[in-house]
């Protein structure tokens, strides 16, 4: 069972270059996240989706644009990296429900992105 | 806005002892405080969570204790080892929200 699979795990950009990140899930999980995680700043939520062809802004969402047009994937895309997008962006997903009574996620490996 | 701290970046405790690490939070109420455990280059990964009517959680070495008028949660680890090391995230759950908010956890170094 693989869970949450991030693709890729490493890239490196220049200012203005475009890229996707893609999040896959087998879990049939509703709910899934993207988060970045910046060192001293905690895992901060950049947007997330509720369901197939939903999306919501999370904490921070500027500079960020998502897609959910299959329940399995998510899509986090860059339209012209910065600098200041440097960090480490992580996946998750859950079921949406009270399971447990609380939401609990199951995370990706992540992915590193420089922006030179 | 609601607000949530790890009381420590690193903590270094040798082997056999207990590690306690806390989390503080502000303006907000959660319905539930998780804890994550993350190692260098991976994704957390959940370990145990307290509801709020909760005082206490134990899993195996790890118990959790959350006092909601201190707006507190500890968090445990009982004869600690090693390979206990690692980062400790707690993160604030509303319940209804769907979202977490986490905090920038503690370094766990459990030294031999």
């Known amino acids: 069972n693989a869970g949450v699979t991030q693709t890729p795990k490493f890239r490196v950009l220049k200012t203005g270059q475009s890229m996707t990140l893609l999040c896959a899930q087998d879990?049939?999980?509703?709910?899934m996240y993207w988060y970045r995680q910046d060192p001293g700043m905690g895992l901060r939520l950049i947007h997330y989706?509720?369901?197939?062809?939903?999306?919501a802004k999370g904490e921070v969402p500027d500079g960020y644009n998502v897609s959910r047009l299959k329940k399995q994937n998510f899509l986090l895309g860059l339209e012209s990296a910065a600098p200041s997008q440097t960090s480490v962006y992580f996946c998750?997903?859950?079921?949406?429900?009270?399971?447990?009574?609380?939401?609990?996620?199951?995370f990706g490996a992540g992915s590193r992105l420089t922006v030179l | 806005s609601q607000k949530i701290e790890q009381n420590s970046e690193a903590l270094n405790i040798q082997e056999g002892k207990t590690a306690t690490l806390t989390c503080n939070y502000t303006?907000?109420?959660?319905?539930?405080l998780q804890w994550y455990r993350q190692d260098p280059g991976r994704g957390p990964v959940f370990l145990l969570l307290?509801?709020?009517?909760?005082k206490e959680k134990r899993k195996e070495r790890l118990k959790v204790t959350f006092d909601t008028t201190l707006k507190q949660s500890l968090f445990h680890i009982t004869a600690s080892q090693p390979e206990d090391s690692a980062t400790y995230l707690c993160?604030?759950?509303?319940?209804?929200?769907?979202?977490?908010?986490f905090g920038s956890g503690t370094q766990l170094t459990v030294l031999p």
């Open positions: 998750a997903s859950s079921t949406g429900q009270a399971v447990l009574g609380a939401n609990v996620l199951t």
């Open positions: 879990m049939n999980h509703e709910y």
């Open positions: 989706s509720v369901g197939e062809g939903t999306t």
């Open positions: 303006n907000y109420s959660p319905a539930y």
């Open positions: 307290i509801r709020e009517n909760e």
């Open positions: 993160a604030l759950d509303g319940g209804s929200a769907r979202q977490l908010t």
